[in-house]
């Protein structure tokens, strides 16, 4: 069952070789587990999406010039997230800041062609017996 993302929520990029955290500003004014709740607005680098310690495709220019120094030796550059367009698709039936809600469903696409996905939605859950 899709689950509402919210600050702190754990994010994984197809080319970064670690998860990276969301980070949701509390201009929504709307909490989810008692913290900052996303919409799918909630996409810009080094804003809301932080590094994935270091990326690994060569359509990165950074990557690729790095690994032609290395004579084709394929050679990791610090992550630097290029998110132009929001996530999709969303949660259309749930409106938070007059656009979708951000579910773990949600995927978010780089520049560089990684897809970057909702590992944790950062809510904190409690069972009810």
């Known amino acids: 069952m899709p689950m509402h993302v919210c600050l702190g929520a754990t994010l994984q990029c197809s080319f970064g070789l670690a998860p990276s955290t969301l980070v949701v500003l509390p201009d929504k004014m709307t909490n989810t587990s008692f913290v900052p709740a996303a919409n799918i607005m909630d996409h810009k680098p080094l804003v ?7 990326c690994t495709t060569l359509s990165n220019p950074a990557v690729a010039a790095a690994t032609s120094a290395a004579m084709g030796v394929l050679t990791p550059v610090p992550c630097v997230p290029v998110t132009p367009a929001p996530w999709a698709p969303g949660a259309p039936t749930v409106i938070l ?5 951000l579910n773990n469903t949600s995927t978010l696409m780089c520049t560089w062609g990684g897809v970057i996905t909702v590992v944790n939605p950062g809510q904190a859950t409690e069972q009810i017996p």
């Open 48 to 54: 809301n999406i932080m590094p994935f310690g270091a």
């Open 97 to 101: 800041g007059h656009l979708p809600a």
